[in-house]
Nanobody
Framework: VQLQASGGGLVQAGGSLRLSCATSGRTSSSRYMGWFRQAPGREREFVGA????????YYADSVKGRFTISRDNAKNTLYLTMNSLEPEDTAVYFC?????????????????WGQGTLVTVSS
């Protein structure tokens, strides 16, 4: 599975942004598709995930209620809609694909990664 994230940019605090992750290849073999982010000087952290077959979504506590993961099967695209953005959300955001049903929170379980897109939230 090949992934390409896009949609990052500069936004003011309180604003919204939607990231896209275009997928190609054997997307149907994915068990979970996840979003992660990495801020400068920090480790890459889990943002959220979607169980690809059933569409169930899961979120980190820090983004729950503000971020939403969705997908468009016809376009083979995964989305991350981010509302009420805070300066602490500033990071490079990555989409990733996982092919097993083990923990979807651990980044080590994801085998395919997109290149990342930068989101900067100004105060």
């Amino acid at each position: 599975v090949q992934l390409q994230a896009s949609g990052g940019g500069l936004v003011q605090a309180g604003g919204s942004l939607r990231l896209s992750c275009a997928t190609s290849g054997r997307t149907s073999s994915s068990r979970y598709m996840g979003w992660f982010r990495q801020a400068p000087g920090r480790e890459r952290e889990f943002v959220g995930a979607i169980k690809w077959s059933a569409g169930h979504t899961y979120y980190a506590d820090s983004v729950k209620g503000r971020f939403t993961i969705s997908r468009d099967n016809a376009k083979n695209t995964l989305y991350l809609t981010m509302n009420s953005l805070e300066p602490e959300d500033t990071a490079v955001y990555f989409c990733a694909a996982k092919f097993t049903f083990s923990s979807f929170i651990a980044r080590t379980g994801y085998e395919s990664w997109g290149q990342g897109t930068l989101v900067t939230v100004s105060s």
